[in-house]
């Protein structure tokens, strides 16, 4: 079902809350956190024994502990779990430093690996991680350790905002986007890849000249898959390749990457954008646990 | 050899400083080489469960390496750069 006609803020995507079923909390023994707190999104993990149980995901506010705060809330909302049980809370993410509740920040590059391995398993070695504001390419092993890293974070090229600021002009839901851009017969060029503001301008020109949306929006997908595959090619790829982020579910990106990497990046089976979230409460989880050999 | 890049690719070009966190040994000589305190020693962050400590890239400097390190690239030249040059397990490098 398309969201295009309906919704007049294109840019934003669907906030979400989860609680699993399977789990009880109270039968747990290790009850850990984390949060993500991005520059343009937030996500809250908590984990019951290495297990997920209830995640929450939504847009950062212009306060950092708010958000913390806010996505801990909506997170926990009726599950009967309070902050207190939780054991240790991880805070991660562009805002990491002011998540009020967390026993530690821990670097977001270390929790998107980690995440990756969780949610794609332990093939992974290459992971690409499409954010709202910077885009990092990451190198890991069989368990999740980095092993390398290379992140752009001076650019909106090859993020979830150069993406948004493409959906608010050509009015188009950002749900929608990636199906949208491969409803074309044939790859148009990509627009100017090296910045968002000239790619805008450019884009303006394009549906002038009678390009219709499709057209635009395929011609902004591949220059922003050229862009990161660029990013990635600096620090080598490794199979199995992973992308995580918000932008790992626009599909228009990541076929056009797949595509240029020859390479195919699995389909998550969990929210991808939870990636760091969940990292973040595995090292909590593992942090318990070395305090608890320390004892 | 896990190797931290620290820098930026902008319209004007790459400019990233890459660490090999494995062959860093903490010694410190390059954070006291260094005229602009572009450099730190810090906890690993690639290895959080961990204990040991590594040289980095300060947070302050990370977004702006071309400007930070302009003073040691005379004419834009990478010569002889005093960070490169003292490292005994050679773990740093400029990529421009």
């Known amino acids: ?295 | 050899m896990t190797k931290a890049n620290y820098g930026y690719k902008d319209g004007s070009g790459e400019y990233f400083i890459t660490i090999d966190t494995d062959l860093c040994n903490s010694c410190e000589k390059c954070v006291e080489a260094c005229p602009a305190g572009v450099l730190e020693i810090a906890e690993d962050e690639l290895d959080p469960l961990g204990d040991e400590t590594i040289a980095i890239v300060s947070e302050e400097h990370r977004k702006k390496v071309k400007y930070s390190c302009a003073p040691c690239k005379p004419g834009g030249e990478s010569k002889e750069l005093p960070c490169v040059l003292i490292c005994e397990s050679k773990a740093l490098k400029h990529s421009w």
């Open chain 1, 1 to 295: 079902m398309s969201n295009t006609e309906s919704k007049k803020e294109y840019w934003r995507w669907t906030e979400s809350r989860y609680t699993n079923p399977n789990i009880n909390w109270e039968d747990g023994d290790i009850i850990s956190a984390g949060v993500d707190v991005g520059s343009v999104s937030t996500q809250a993990v908590i984990m019951v024994d290495g297990e997920i149980y209830c995640y929450s995901s939504m847009r950062t506010g212009s306060n950092s502990p708010d958000s913390a705060n806010n996505a801990m809330d909506w997170a926990l909302d009726s599950t009967g779990l309070t902050i207190d049980k939780i054991k240790y809370t991880v805070g991660t993410g562009y805002g990491r430093v002011n998540v009020p509740f967390a026993k530690r920040a821990i670097t977001e590059i270390a929790c998107h690996a980690r995440g990756a391995n969780f949610i794609y398993g332990p093939e992974i070695r290459t992971v690409l991680d499409m954010g709202g504001q910077d885009c990092k390419a990451i190198r890991c092993d069989q368990r999740g350790k980095v092993t390398a890293f290379l992140m752009n974070d001076k650019c909106a090229a090859g993020t979830g905002r150069g993406m948004e600021v493409f959906a608010d002009l050509l009015q188009v839901h950002i749900n929608d986007v990636g199906k949208m851009s491969l409803q074309v017969e044939e790859e148009p060029e990509p627009v100017s890849s090296t910045c968002v503001v000239f790619a805008k301008s450019e884009a303006v020109g394009l549906l002038r000249k009678g390009w219709p949306k499709e057209k635009v929006l395929a011609a902004y997908c591949s220059a922003m898959a050229h862009r990161v595959v660029t990013l990635l090619a600096r620090l080598g790829i490794e199979e199995k390749f992973a992308i995580t982020g918000g932008i790992a579910k626009n599909i228009g990106v990541v076929k056009r990457i797949e595509d240029e990497l020859k390479l195919k990046a699995p389909e998550p089976s969990i929210d991808p954008q939870l990636a760091g979230a969940i990292g973040a409460a595995l090292f909590a989880k593992a942090l318990v646990e070395k305090e608890r050999k320390k004892a």
